[in-house]
Each structure stands twice: as structure tokens, then as C-alpha cells.
């Protein structure tokens, strides 16, 4: 099997599992409650058979924590979310799931808008075009 295929896989299967997780936090249905955790579940067992027990449970744990967050049943609830939501790099995502779960504008780190380079330095020490031309007949 070729590791790369693997390795997208995966990603598709955690991007499923962060999406599902952002369809609860607006429907706050029970079917995508149960959606959530079978995908924790499939990221548990990992590339294992499907009848072989996951002995790993750290999505399981970690989706009933956000789904009760989002529920807000605990004290900790806040804190769960924006630990969370520190850790989706997807801007667009986070700011949905942000907006879902209805966390105020100023919990969001505020994304730092990156300078154009000076590429002028590139070309510095190259010939212009006009004279590259010439020189080559």
C-alpha cells in the first residue's frame, strides 16, 4: 500500500470527523451525535479490521468531551471548545464551528495578515530582457 494514499486517507477521515463534529454543534441532532462517534470510532481503530476492538480511544473520549461542550453540561464547556477550536488550522472551518456554537468574535485569534514580499532583489544582478537578447544572436 502505498503511504501516501494512507496518509490522505487519514486526513479525509479527521476532516469527516471535524465537519461531522461542526453539523452536530448546528443541528444538535442525536443521528449526527452518533455520526460523530462512529467516525471517532473508524480514526480509533485505525487500518485494523472492522472486528478487531480499538484498544485505542483518545476521538471517542475526545468527541463525547465536545459534544457535551457543545451541550454546555459542564463548568469547563468554554474551555473545551476554544481548546478545540486552537487547534482546527482551517480558517473558514473555525470560524463556522465558532459561529455554531455561538463563542463571541473576540475568543478567535485574530489572523495576522502577512506583508508582500520584496522579490525586487530577485532580478538583481540579471541583464534586462532587451539586452539578453542581443547578446544571444
Known amino acids: 500500500m502505498d503511504p501516501l494514499v494512507s496518509v490522505e486517507g487519514?486526513?479525509?477521515?479527521?476532516r469527516a470527523w471535524q465537519l461531522a463534529l461542526l453539523r452536530y454543534a448546528v443541528t444538535l441532532d442525536h443521528a449526527d451525535r452518533m455520526n460523530v462517534m462512529a467516525i471517532a470510532k473508524e480514526i480509533?481503530?485505525?487500518?485494523?479490521?472492522?472486528?478487531?476492538?480499538?484498544n485505542f480511544c483518545f476521538f471517542r473520549k475526545t468527541s463525547a468531551d465536545l459534544c457535551a461542550a457543545i451541550l454546555r453540561q459542564d463548568q469547563s464547556a468554554d474551555t473545551v471548545l476554544q481548546q478545540y477550536l486552537?487547534?482546527?488550522?482551517?480558517?473558514?472551518?473555525k470560524r463556522a464551528?465558532?459561529?455554531?456554537?455561538e463563542l463571541d468574535d473576540q475568543a478567535l485569534p485574530v489572523r495576522k495578515l502577512r506583508k508582500p514580499k520584496d522579490d525586487t532583489v530577485l532580478w538583481q544582478g540579471l541583464a534586462p530582457r532587451s539586452s539578453a537578447r542581443s547578446g544571444a544572436r
Not at 487519514?10 to 479527521?14: N, Q, Y
Open 86 to 93: 486552537a487547534q482546527i488550522e482551517d480558517d473558514r472551518l
Open 97 to 101: 464551528f465558532a459561529g455554531a456554537i
Open 44 to 54: 480509533d481503530r485505525g487500518r485494523r479490521e472492522p472486528a478487531a476492538p480499538a
Open 10 to 14: 487519514d486526513g479525509r477521515t479527521l
